[in-house]
């Protein structure tokens, strides 16, 4: 009995790697991935193939994005830590009574600012989270959340005018809308009179909609999510797409997310900018069921990549692997891997705020492009 199930396994492997071959030739001779196609290829496991699927997504991305490794130089202010939407998997502060909730002084506003000036930096991105009562900030007091926004928004054009402001994601969109008695459409449009340029898309997680009412009930819905990115397109501001992954959804949720960033993305040409793929941090609690979340393994991050590069490529050129701290050399690997944008000098601040830990020191320019010439490429800014 035990030698006839080895055998099957030995079959279906066989039959596994025959049809991954057939797979990536098809793509090689120019068709397209279907999503069907591409959950067996994260399921690679044979080194070859891995192999295989890595050197077919390196040759799209030189087709799709060219040779070289963008980067951007930016600072991220995140203006509180109370997050009202935030998923179940984080600890992050409910209220303002948390003993770890924080809002940004305006010091601290002022001190981030000259950051970005002396570092010249081309982006800044801003964040308010979402919460259950008004932001107060020192010298820039408001009667509301959006007016305390966007005379922020205002003292940062007056300090760094030349610097250009990303962030609100979609969640934080519906929140100022509800907060504030307006539309959605109102909130981007103020949004973008006072200088955003680019809209987040910080906690997408996995844009299934099983999914994110196990992990994050408080959030929109995957269609109300598209209605806002499509909203701010017919705007003018494209949105940086994002995967978030981790080991409580499934590799067929993966790609479900991907395959309907790609259809958006068709109907709606340049509304995403860029994907950016991101690993859960290891949270400090677990409250909901299910195994306990992690990183999930270099294998899987990597296959994760190309996959994303062969599923969508055409549609985001610009595929970016986020740094997390403890596994620098994995995003060093994501560049052979169909992975071609660094991201932001900031890029390690998020992975900070997801584990409610103080920001970690911004890289200089110098030391990002060391990073990604470390890892055999040739970095390009980018704006």
């Known amino acids: 009995m035990f030698s006839q199930a080895l055998s099957n396994r030995t079959v279906t492997a066989r039959s596994v790697q025959g049809n991954a071959s057939a797979v990536l030739d098809a793509v090689e001779d120019g068709q397209p991935l279907t999503p069907s196609q591409a959950v067996p290829l994260l399921a690679l496991q044979a080194p070859p193939d891995c192999a295989r699927l890595r050197s077919v997504a390196e040759a799209l991305k030189a087709q799709q994005a060219g040779g070289d490794i963008a980067y951007g130089t930016g600072h991220s202010l995140f203006l509180t830590n109370v997050c009202e939407m935030a998923p179940a998997l984080y600890p992050y502060p409910a209220n303002q009574g948390n003993p770890q909730a924080y809002r940004v002084s305006i010091d601290d506003i002022d001190a981030i600012l000259q950051a970005v000036k002396t570092q010249q930096s081309q982006w800044l991105t801003v964040s308010g989270g979402g919460f259950d009562s008004e932001l107060v900030i020192p010298g820039l007091e408001a ?164 996959v994303a590069r062969l599923l969508l490529g055409q549609q985001i050129p610009q595929i970016q692997f986020s740094w997390v701290p403890e596994r620098l050399e994995m995003a060093q690997q994501a560049f052979e891997w169909g992975a071609s944008h660094a991201g932001n000098t900031d890029d390690l601040s998020y992975a900070q705020f997801l584990r409610n830990k103080p920001p970690v020191p911004v890289w200089t320019e110098s030391e990002l492009r060391g990073l990604i010439e470390e890892a055999g490429q040739r970095p390009v800014l980018k704006a």
Request: proline share 5%.
């Open 143 to 306: 009667a509301t959340v959006l007016k305390t926004y966007l005379r922020v928004l205002n003292h940062i054009q007056d300090q760094v005018a030349s610097c250009r402001i990303q962030g609100f994601s979609p969640d934080e969109i519906a929140f100022l809308a509800v907060v504030s008695n307006r539309s959605e459409a109102y909130i981007l449009d103020c949004l973008k009179d006072h200088g955003v340029r680019v809209l987040e898309s910080f906690g997408t997680e996995i844009l299934e909609d099983a999914h994110r009412a196990r992990i994050a009930p408080k959030k929109l819905t995957v269609k109300r999510w598209l209605e806002i990115v499509a909203l701010a397109h017919q705007r003018g501001m494209p949105t940086l797409a994002r995967l978030e992954a981790g080991p409580l959804e499934s590799r067929e949720q993966r790609v479900a997310h991907l395959a309907l960033l790609r259809e958006f993305q068709e109907a709606h040409p340049g509304a995403f900018q860029r994907l950016i793929i991101q690993l859960w941090p290891h949270p400090s609690h677990q409250p909901i069921a299910g195994p306990q979340a992690g990183l999930i393994s270099e294998s899987e991050a990597l296959k994760l990549v190309s």
